[in-house]
């Protein structure tokens, strides 16, 4: 029953990210939404109404809008209150992240798919099973800025399923460098201004601002290498929903393409314990058709939250040279649904509710 | 006049790629189209009823068909003579081109833009401003061959664009290792069968069958270098036309960004005084706009000639690391095109005609 | 159990239509696949195999195969037996329908895809919610024809949505005429040859052969008004799956656009007692939302089996005319699981299995 | 020589229609570009800069900036004093447009993509090809209002290509309706906020707000047939430019297919010895080949003033019924080339220099 569900909030509701935490929330075990902000624009609107606009409905996720969430009042972000809330979900532009959830996480968990506090020193950016134990970098935090809840943010939707890949061959064999070239799905720009038809159809776009520098920053922080050296290429290619990566990695030591597969399978059997439910029953999947994986075709697995992986074979340039190529569901696993699976971890871990 | 030209005949004149060649040569100061060949199918037949199919044009060019080859008769590909020709254009598969290209080039020189004889030793794989001096292959060919015309091939689409940015930083800092993630258009694979939209449309294919062993091996001895490592992985994605190319790779010694884009834009000065017909102007161009370049915008760059370069930047990986961005045009400069550029090369070389 | 379930055959099942009854009769709780027949090149392969080409999968529907199936033999469509079976799926093209149709017909009944027998006198074309009654053609079919089976064809995919739509209008106003331009996915052209990339992005294809023939036929012998006057230009455009049609429509008496959505609203009531496992919850659905019906957004509603309009308003030029958009799923509604729904029908009606 | 041409000046011209008719005047053999404006944040800056956004280039025409604008100063449209002008065109929004085209107009000719005053019956929406007569109503306009110049609006361009095909069968047999059923391109939509690949990749959207209103507005006006009925569709689909429309006609007087593709083929002759620069060399193209036309293959036809229309056959609805698919290019003929034309009427009618 809700009743014995812990309450949340979502902060940022009526955007993209936003509406894929709704659409996460509303059947979650664990968390039931009892409070929905946005901008000062839909404050006092019904959450149905703030998301129509002159009889146009703007609900983008492909998943349904959870009916009961229609009738909920949209608060002004800027004044809502935390108090009774076990955690919120923040989905906002880095600017406002930065002084909305230091002030939220004065009395309550927040996270965050902004970047705002990704780089600072005692937060963590949590991916359970890459970096679960990274989840004790908040007794820093709440000891150093006298916090009784906490921030953790997820990475940039392109880092997540490249972590995914990089952290079982970092244990088996050690990672050395990686190189990366993505092709990132029209999703990831969000709708304001987002990526015109116009800019994008027959067409591929060279640079996604800030992006690369992000992916090469989070790796070594989510990895815990500071010294793997990270090279990326990002693009745009005409695709709705999920980024594909090509990835080139050096590792520590000689590993065949069958050893590098077996880590890829045998990866997340750590969270087996855990029973978290937004965790997907395979965290990579290992296509042998080399047609494989197609963002359209594997985005979707395991309710988006599967790293899908192909193409694996030995690359002749860097040292123990690997490549491979990964789907990655960017606006799930890559975001809304990557902080619900942070959440439930903490809870796990008896840091939240 | 066109009296005073070169006569010359195109073969698999139906498909896309001979189509290219009809459409660039319509037009050509120094060749003439008198010969027009195809399959079995096709022969006996005027080429405007040959590519119209129950009332459909089956013309697929983006330029127009020039209007005096719809009345020259499709011969068939298997028994067309060759007296009186002074070059053939092959654009036919690699089985009927391993057949066709031999019996063709007993009395005439072919250029060709199927891969059948692209590994043999005494055959170059001709980019006249890359390895322009390569053409003295076709001496030792004749001579093993015992043929008085020889087989000209280019290169993979894919190899083309790589290697005319690579070459100019060969010669100025050395080359050790190149490592490429494609993004190919769909008018690479033809039209049969060609790429589905059903497969296409909102996704990336991630593998090309063949394509990245050809790149790796055309790279190689196009450059002359045969140690030089290479490493690729070659995508589809929803593009009509041109390639993109995300390219690393580690040079022979350290240069700057600037030292790599002085390279580029100085390639090509050696080809001016031969003012082959088919030259760009520009052989690079390089982009400032960190958006650019993209396929869309600039595959048409000096009809499809030029190669553009953008975001040049140094990759922390390689050692002597540098990466870019390039978009060449897969049918003008990377088939057909290609191929007529490399028979002017000859007939100045005095080999042709 | 399945045991007790009714043995059924798919034919043509390598196909993107033979796909989709397997996807959808994967979890059917009256029809047991026992059988699958593919043409000869397929026979004798188990069936996992033999929709794997050199490692690639040939499975192309978006719901997965159901993995039963793939240890299935593939029998030889133009030899399989029919003992034993209670249905006969087939979803070949329309040539090879004509021999096998009737000769499975012979003893079993038989629920087709295409149009081969679609305009005899005695065959039903069956849309359960739209002409139910029409089934009782079969009596007539098996008198003449000497069968034990029969055939019951589906309608092509194009007039399946607007027949629906259609029904109730013509029941509560009556209908003199209908004019109607269709946007259609690539779906529709299945993959030999299907609609390639290079034809189809960034374009509208105006023409579909025989298309409007098909859907003028077949609209006056479902409705069962053959002086219903039909006017339609069809054309494809670059969408996976969903067709998209403009329907302009004269009634036979005034209706307000109130009338006509509590028209459309109120259709397939009759069906509810039938209690047809495909059937959806609502036959159509009324969007007030302007930018609605989308195909993306529309075309899986309630398994692909609802139609969904909008955009109800009044025509200006014909007599008591009306005009509105709909979306229909061409491949679920409008081809293999609308054949399904038509078994359903003629089980509940005695006369299946 | 410049010298010698009609200096004109273009407002909105950072804008996508702004850029058009940029790109149109380059080379224009009568109009000079001496002044550029736009909204205050450009004003003051170089052109060549205020299309620069951070490094990235915001030129986003087809067709290059001819190189002599990037040094004009960019005025503040509110405040260009009209001085030395022979003409302005203006390409801004309906509001801005209802302000400043009436402050312009008091001195200078104005042509306007906009559609503030379209509907003002003093006001000529001129298609010089199709309406060329109606120039006149501007001495009405200039007496009315007390102007020294005037407002010429072209229409909305989904209107343009329509009326190009209806004017000749109107001339030759009369028109009692049409109903047409368009299928627009994302470039209509402009750039802010233009559509996002997000809402139309893989998709159709079956509405455009105030669409089929001023097309069913436009027709009469500009036919000058205040009786005909016009009912439209307006969709939008994955189509970057160039709109297409699906239009049946119900003509005065019975009128064969050979009729009506006759009429289509001598459509324009009488502007020929006008001889204005941006005619085509044929106003309307009829197709034969039923697969066209294509927006794709047929939007540049002569430099985008061409309407190409195929599939031309009876429709059985409508009295004397016609229909047709036609491609129009909705930025050019349909609106900076379109009203560049309509200057180009003016100067040669005397009223314009």
Known sequence: MAGSKLPVAVVGATGLAGQQ?????????????????????????????????AGQSRWFATDPLPARFEALTVENAAQMKTDGLAAIFTAVESEPARELEPRYAKD????????????EEDVPILLPAVNGEHWKMVDAQQKNRGWKGYIIPVPNCTTTGMVHTLKPLADAFGLKAVMMTSMQ?????GRSPGV?????????IPYISKEEEKVEKETKKILGLPDVKVSCTCTR?????????????SLGKPASVEDVKKAFRGFGAHMRELALPSSPAAWITVH???YRPQPRRDRDADGGMTTSVGRVREDSVLANGMKWVLVS???KMGAAKGAILAAELMKVKGRLG
């Not at 939404?33 to 000062?40: D, K, M």
């Not at 290619?237 to 990695?249: K, L, S, Y």
């Open 288 to 290: 042998e058709d080399p």
């Open 237 to 249: 290619v005409p695709v709705i929903e999920g980024h594909t990566e090509a990835v080139f990695a």
């Open 329 to 331: 569901h960017n606006t």
């Open 196 to 204: 015109l038809a116009l800019d994008i159809t027959d067409n591929v």
């Open 21 to 53: 935490f709704l659409a996460a929330l509303g059947d979650h075990p664990w968390f039931d939404v009892v409070r929905i902000a946005a901008s000062e624009r839909s404050a006092g609107k019904k959450y149905g109404d703030a998301i129509r606009d």
């Open 108 to 119: 309550v968990p927040v996270f965050s798919t902004a970047s705002a506090f990704r780089y």
């Open 185 to 189: 799905a029209v999703s990831g720009a």
